[in-house]
């Protein structure tokens, strides 16, 4: 468990350190108006969506962390069936400590990756919404 916080710590640290990059990067890079292509679909007369492609990527991420946090209650939910039929037998029901564990870490790093997008994406939009990028 401790190397489990340990790396948890390190992680948050580096993240601290690498965001005001990550910021300044973005500033950068949204420096055109235009710089997605949202009218070049309309000007060659194919069919076009009012939808924003960084709203489609959003979605898309959310979709597949949501896919990855049901499969992360699901290995829990299996862990817990694996200790109430182990019957008393000490190595199935290491397994089932085992994989619950393993189904608990993995919904903490799936529950902080989308807390972690939640809050680049909503940061970045406020900014290109204000006019500040």
Same mark, same amino acid.
Request: aromatic share 8%; net charge positive.
């Given at each position: 468990?401790?190397? =489990?916080?340990?790396?948890?710590?390190?992680?948050?640290? =580096?993240?601290?350190?690498?965001?005001?990059?990550?910021?300044?990067?973005?500033?950068?890079?949204?420096? !055109? !108006?235009?710089?997605?292509?949202?009218?070049?679909?309309?000007?060659? #007369?194919?069919? !076009?969506?009012?939808?924003?492609?960084?709203?489609?990527?959003?979605?898309?991420?959310?979709?597949?962390?949501?896919?990855?946090?049901?499969?992360?209650?699901?290995?829990?939910?299996?862990?817990?069936?694996?200790?109430? !039929?182990?019957?008393?037998?000490?190595?199935?029901?290491?397994?089932?400590?085992?994989?619950?564990?393993?189904? =608990?870490?993995?919904?903490?790093?799936?529950?902080?990756?989308?807390?972690?997008?939640?809050?680049?994406?909503?940061?970045?939009?406020?900014?290109?919404?204000? #006019?500040?990028?």
């Amino acid at each position: 468990m401790k190397k =489990i916080s340990h790396v948890l710590l390190v992680a948050v640290a =580096i993240f601290a350190l690498l965001m005001p990059m990550l910021v300044m990067v973005a500033s950068v890079n949204a420096q !055109t !108006t235009d710089n997605l292509g949202l009218n070049y679909a309309q000007n060659v #007369g194919l069919p !076009t969506s009012n939808q924003d492609p960084r709203e489609m990527a959003v979605n898309i991420i959310k979709f597949f962390l949501t896919f990855l946090g049901i499969i992360a209650v699901a290995v829990i939910l299996y862990g817990g069936f694996v200790w109430l !039929t182990a019957g008393g037998n000490d190595d199935r029901v290491g397994k089932a400590k085992k994989l619950i564990v393993a189904g =608990i870490i993995g919904l903490i790093i799936v529950i902080s990756a989308f807390a972690i997008v939640q809050w680049i994406i909503t940061s970045t939009f406020n900014l290109v919404n204000t #006019g500040t990028i």
